[in-house]
């Protein structure tokens, strides 16, 4: 779907001319944007948090928002269990929770028809969850870069199994691009847990959000680029099982 553009929103936009030549050529990169329409997330919301939610799940909990860093480039990671992720993690750490739009990294399935119309224009962006873009990666890496706040998934789909599943290494290696790069800028990832009381949400189920403690990712930049993107990853699987038995 063509993404129309508005006055109010505000968009990033990749570098097509940072992009490595080892993997393919500037000519053959698509760019990947983000926007948030403000008049459309001013409507939403309100609607979403104070009557969506509450009348859709009969709790929804969430412990540890005093974990979300209110400044600096952040990459949230909560498991991924249903559709309604988002829309819980806007509830859980969105803007009138730390202050700062949400970025969404969505599986590209997902950005279609009327629901893709309002991802876009909620700050989303597409991803092929088995081989993601050049352009989705610089997106990302820029989001970052300029001091954003960005959703990714890194279980890559949903379980309903209701275990982590092994986390997909891209994550990592996005975060240590930009931390090697930045490290002043102090990028954080933020391991967060979402549960259903069904592994099928329903109307009147529960929902329990569990944020964690950051993990540092400039700790991580003292080894090779595998070695690090293994031990981070590592080490936010842990975290997020952890947070998912409690």
């Given at each position: ?10 968009q ?23 926007g ?66 949400l ?12 629901q ?40 890559g ?77 590592n ?12």
């Amino acid at each position: 779907m063509m993404q129309v553009q508005s006055r109010e929103e505000t968009q990033t936009r990749t570098a097509v001319t940072e992009l490595p030549s080892e993997t393919t050529t500037p000519a053959k990169v698509v760019p990947v944007t983000s926007g948030v329409t403000r008049w459309l997330i001013a409507i939403l919301d309100p609607i979403g948090r104070h009557l969506l939610m509450p009348f859709y799940f009969r709790r929804l909990q969430v412990t540890g928002q005093e974990n979300l860093p209110k400044r600096g480039p952040v990459i949230l990671a909560p498991t991924h269990r249903s559709r309604w992720d988002g829309l819980v993690m806007a509830y859980a750490a969105g803007k009138p929770v730390i202050g700062r739009d949400l970025r969404f990294m969505v599986s590209q399935d997902e950005i279609k028809g009327l629901q893709g119309w309002f991802i876009r224009r909620m700050g989303g962006f597409p991803v092929n969850t088995k081989h993601p873009t050049i352009g989705t990666i610089r997106h990302s890496v820029e989001i970052l870069r300029s001091g954003g706040v960005l959703v990714m998934f890194p279980e890559g789909n949903i379980f309903r199994h209701g275990r982590i599943n092994p986390l997909k290494p891209g994550m990592a290696r996005i975060a240590l691009q930009v931390a090697s790069s930045q490290p002043e800028s102090d990028l954080k990832i933020v391991p967060i847990s979402i549960c259903y009381s069904e592994p099928v949400p329903h109307w009147r189920c529960d929902a329990k959000v569990s944020i964690g403690t950051p993990l540092n990712v400039v700790d991580y930049c003292t080894q090779s680029g595998k070695k690090s993107a293994q031990q981070l990853t590592n080490d936010l699987e842990v975290a997020m099982n952890n947070l998912d038995q409690d």
